[in-house]
């Protein structure tokens, strides 16, 4: 009696495999970039919070209670201020070996537009250059 496996038998587990893998791969990209999702929103909104404390403590800095007026606070300014560490920078959804073009979104590098709107200032991210400083 010979003790083994057949080539059959080898061949079914692999496309079992292959099969449970095509299965399973797509669902954890999807919870993974999902993850990165929500990190991001997360990064985003830290971000944010942090121009409010820092215009709430420089109100005059803020622009004229005009509808539409606006100006902008850079992620730059406010780490160099010590209000946002480098982990606080860190985009989440940027993975090494990306292309170079992803490069430029490695941190968080643009700006808090604050916006005067229906009476209340507006707090927005935007991954742009800060033109219009508060």
């Known amino acids: 009696m010979k003790k083994g496996f057949t080539l059959v038998e080898l061949l079914g587990v692999i496309v079992?495999?292959?099969?449970?893998?095509?299965?399973?791969?797509?669902?954890i990209n999807t919870a993974l970039n999902d993850s990165r999702q929500r990190a991001y929103n997360e990064q985003v909104d830290t971000i944010e919070d942090t121009a409010r404390t820092y215009m709430s403590k420089n109100s005059l800095k803020l622009p004229s209670q005009t509808e539409g007026s606006s100006c902008c606070l850079s992620v730059d300014m406010m780490q160099k201020e010590g209000l946002l560490t480098s982990d606080d920078i860190e985009n989440p959804?940027?993975?090494?070996?990306?292309?170079?073009?992803?490069?430029?979104?490695?941190?968080?590098?643009?700006?808090?537009i604050i916006t005067f709107t229906n009476n209340k200032y507006s707090y927005e991210y935007a991954n742009t250059t800060c033109t219009n400083a508060c």
């Open 16 to 27: 079992i495999l292959g099969l449970i893998a095509m299965i399973a791969i797509p669902t």
């Open 93 to 112: 959804k940027y993975r090494e070996g990306s292309t170079e073009e992803e490069e430029n979104f490695k941190n968080f590098n643009g700006s808090v």
